[in-house]
């Protein structure tokens, strides 16, 4: 079934999900100084691609909780009301630097997104619960032919977080960085030279049906590879792509104890998982039940969601984070204590999260955000700071 309108809008709880996930492994460093209301972001143009580019600040309010779009000098603007089926939005594109040129326009302090596109606007609508995000897993989203990506930020009193995405879906390449206060660079999202088609090339190369995530357009072009959270829900990738490995892990810890330690600031928080009638329940130190999991399927372990809920708390969630890692990384069998943060681990068993296996072959860090919860032992492609300068966002080339 395809993505519901519910999955799709930017709500205040959904923008700010990406502040409060990055901070549940560890608080954020505090400010060196204060954070101005805007902060200048630098967009170059390296793609090599001659069409033009538009670009968009959309996002939440973390003050007001409003929604909206800044324009190229930072002021926000509130949507207007949406309406049901959903209107048009506003105009938020901002003119993007040509090939080979630089473009400086400022982002305010909000929680939301950068997206870019190529040769033609974006279309995005309002409803009454606010914008309809691009959903290119249905077939019948007006962007589904457009080459277009986006970075996620937030900008508040205690810094700059952007990351390079590819949790809903691999495309356009694009590498982020920030300007500390002493003037030096922190970047990320990088690929490696023939990263980008390698990723293409290596899903439909690998077995049991990977190559569906590819998107092309009539005229042959490669768009994207989807998520294969989006995969299985569209049925591009088979339904049962995990269930050997889910399997397995059910049965080990039938006789085995799982021990996870979510936050690593906190060596001797522990919890103990053991599967019995079908469910793993997990026990404190002191032996008391705190949550329990039935066995989960290929989409609950690609979303981290529905049987690997991840509430905002400080047991389930945590819990279920670690999880969600473990399954999608193939690490469980191999590991009974997690999480496991070695890369060197990760995806080994032919049973496993190609998709993000692959991605992170081919960048020049080995971090990208694959899934939701590829923080979990920081492998994720974030850059942060206190007091940034600057931030920056490259468009490369697209080979």
């Not at 030279?193 to 990977?210: C, D, E, I, M, S």
């Not at 490669?222 to 269930?243: F, I, K």
């Not at 191999?334 to 190609?354: E, G, I, L």
């Not at 998709?355 to 939701?372: E, L, M, P, S």
């Amino acid at each position: 079934m395809l993505t519901s309108l519910k999955h799709r809008l930017l709500t205040a709880a959904s923008a700010a999900a990406l502040l409060g996930a990055l901070l549940t492994f560890g608080s954020a460093p505090a400010a060196d100084a204060a954070v101005p209301a805007t902060i200048p972001l630098k967009i170059t143009n390296s793609s090599g691609r001659g069409d033009p580019v538009y670009v968009y600040t959309l996002g939440t309010s973390l003050t007001t909780g409003q929604q909206g779009w800044a324009d190229a000098s930072g002021v926000f603007h509130a949507w207007p009301a949406g309406g049901n089926p959903p209107i048009p939005a506003p105009d938020a594109s901002i003119p993007g630097p040509a090939a080979g040129q630089s473009k400086t326009v400022r982002i305010p302090k909000l929680s939301g997104r950068i997206y870019f596109s190529y040769g033609q606007k974006l279309d995005f609508r309002l409803t009454t619960g606010g914008l309809v995000q691009p959903a290119v897993q249905n077939p019948s989203d007006p962007n589904r032919n457009i080459l277009f990506n986006w970075s996620e930020y937030t900008l508040n009193d205690s810094g700059l977080w952007l990351n390079s995405t590819q949790v809903d879906m691999f495309s356009a390449p694009y590498a982020v960085g920030v300007q500390r206060a002493d003037g030096s660079v922190s970047t990320t999202g990088r690929l490696k030279p023939g990263g980008y088609t390698g990723v293409f090339n290596a899903l439909r190369a690998q077995p049991g049906g990977w190559g569906g995530l590819v998107q092309t357009r009539s005229d042959g072009t490669v768009l994207r590879a989807l998520s294969p959270l989006y995969g299985v829900e569209t049925g591009a990738l088979p339904a049962s792509v995990m269930n050997d490995y889910i399997d397995r892990v059910w049965q080990k810890y039938a006789t085995t104890t799982l021990t996870v330690t979510p936050f690593g600031d906190q060596p001797d928080t522990k919890y103990f998982g053991r599967v019995s009638g079908g469910v793993m329940t997990f026990t404190n130190g002191s032996g008391a039940v705190v949550t329990s999991f039935q066995k989960p399927d290929a989409s609950s372990v690609f979303g981290c969601h529905r049987l690997l809920d991840a509430p905002n708390d400080q047991v389930r969630g945590p819990i279920s984070r670690t999880l969600c890692a473990g399954f999608n990384r193939s690490t469980l069998l191999t590991n009974p204590n997690q999480p496991d943060t070695s890369s060197a681990n990760f995806y080994q068993d032919a049973v496993t999260n190609h998709y993000a296996r692959i991605v992170h072959d081919r960048t020049a860090d080995g971090k990208a955000y694959a899934f939701a919860f590829d923080d979990v032992g920081h492998h994720e492609s974030l850059v942060h700071d206190g007091n940034p300068q600057q931030a920056y966002l490259t468009l490369d080339p697209l080979t």
